[in-house]
Structure formats: structure tokens, C-alpha cells
């Protein structure tokens, strides 16, 4: 099946400081990708929808300045979360959509692990 | 607005017993209902969706209109089938997908 990674894996970063992490669809292109936020122990919370040259689509609740998405590429999505706070610490998980209407298929990443100190 | 309900966040069954993973959900129009997994130490990955109306590893779930309802069943549990079950709903509205909270599946020998 269809593979996504996640670089890095987990981060630890000073507060203030920005943090990117990337999102890669490394074996079919995509033109549409996630972004999740997940607590312990409860379920993916869906921060903005990735579009490939066009803005992001954030939810309601999601800062777009805090949570920067980029998706300059068919296989590439980035999310950079500045000016980190130890309340971003959280797991993030990015998810890409494959196929056409009716037989879309999400494959998510392993997910990066963020540690705002 | 499209909501997704799992009213259990733990069930314990004995292995070769039946299982059911409930699921229900709030939405106005026509949704697309998903179940995804993730094993111990291993990402989240799709476990079958309504609309192929199919049965992947012993799992199937048939999607209950009346009831709004799309549980997840299995006529004789296993132990490699302890893990977490999600189960989520894509509306037709640019697609985005809302997730359970989540069951956590422990199959004991």
C-alpha cells in the first residue's frame, strides 16, 4: 500500500523557538493532505486541510499564523509551528488522501512527536 | 455539523468470542463511515469503509441509516486484534473526516 512519512519523529524545542515538520507521500502524489493533532488517550482532532497550491483550510479554533501549512508539492506538506509554546506539546499526524471520488483512500504518517520545553 | 460517537473507551472480550465496536453519528447528509486501527506501536491505517461493503480480517460493519449506527463486528475475536479502533465519518463537504474517540480492544486468551 500507499506509504507517508513524517520527519522528524519527535522534537524537543526551546519555547519561542519554530518548529517544521514535514509530511511526504512517497509512492502516489496528493493533492489533498491532513493535518491531526492528537492528545493522550484521545482521539485526532483535524487542524487544516493541506491543498496543493492553494491555502490551507484551517478548522475552527486552529490559529492559522500559529500552525503554518505549505503544500508546495504533490508529495510534500510542511507544517511549522511558531513561536512554540509547552501548550503546542502534542503528537502531530499528517495524513494524505489517494485515489479518485468514491475510492479514497487516507494513508497516515507515523506522527512527530513535539516537546515544547 | 458532523459528529462521530464511540461510547466505549475499553472493551475486554476472551478470544473466539463475538465482538461489537460501536460507533454512531450525527450527520445532515449522506456520509461516507469508516473504521481505521492502529496496532500497538504502529500508525493508524484504514480497516474498511461502508461503502465497499466488504469483510477485511473477519472484521464488517454495515452502515445503519435508521439507527445512524456503523458497528464494528467480529463473529470470533482474536488476540492479534487487540488495538485501537476509530471510527470516522467523511461528509461531503470538502471532504474532511471526524473521528471517534477511539475504542481500545483488548482480546485476552
Known amino acids: 500500500g500507499a506509504v507517508v512519512s513524517q520527519h522528524p519523529s519527535w522534537v524537543i524545542c526551546k519555547s519561542g523557538t519554530s518548529v517544521k515538520i514535514e509530511c511526504r507521500s512517497l509512492?502516489?502524489?496528493?493533492?489533498?493532505m491532513f493535518w491531526y493533532r492528537q492528545f493522550p488517550k484521545q482521539s485526532l482532532m483535524l487542524m487544516a486541510t493541506?491543498?496543493?497550491?492553494?491555502?490551507?483550510?484551517?478548522e475552527q479554533g486552529v490559529e492559522k499564523d500559529k500552525f503554518l501549512i505549505n503544500h508546495a508539492s504533490l508529495t510534500l506538506s510542511t507544517l511549522t509551528v511558531t513561536s512554540a509554546h509547552p501548550e503546542d506539546s502534542s503528537f502531530y499526524i499528517c495524513?494524505?488522501?489517494?485515489?479518485?471520488?468514491?475510492?479514497?483512500?487516507?494513508?497516515f504518517g507515523p506522527g512527530t512527536r513535539l516537546l515544547v520545553l | 455539523a458532523q459528529r462521530v460517537t464511540q461510547p466505549e473507551k475499553l472493551l475486554s472480550v476472551f478470544k473466539g468470542a463475538p465482538v461489537e465496536l460501536k460507533c454512531n453519528y450525527s450527520?445532515?447528509?449522506?456520509?461516507?463511515l469508516f473504521w481505521y486501527v492502529q496496532y500497538s506501536r504502529q500508525r493508524l491505517q484504514l480497516l474498511l469503509r461502508h461503502i465497499s461493503r466488504e469483510s477485511i480480517k473477519g472484521f464488517t460493519a454495515d452502515l445503519n441509516k435508521g439507527e445512524t449506527s456503523f458497528h464494528l463486528k467480529k463473529p470470533f475475536a482474536q488476540e492479534e486484534d487487540s488495538a485501537m479502533y476509530y471510527c470516522?465519518?467523511?461528509?461531503?463537504?470538502?471532504?474532511?473526516?471526524?473521528f471517534g474517540d477511539g475504542t481500545t480492544l483488548t482480546v485476552k486468551p
Open positions: 509512492d502516489f502524489q496528493a493533492t489533498t
Open positions: 495524513s494524505a488522501r489517494e485515489g479518485g471520488s468514491g475510492r479514497e483512500t487516507q494513508y
Open positions: 450527520y445532515s447528509g449522506s456520509p461516507e
Open positions: 493541506s491543498n496543493e497550491g492553494s491555502k490551507a483550510t484551517y
Open positions: 470516522a465519518l467523511k461528509g461531503n463537504n470538502a471532504g474532511k473526516s471526524t
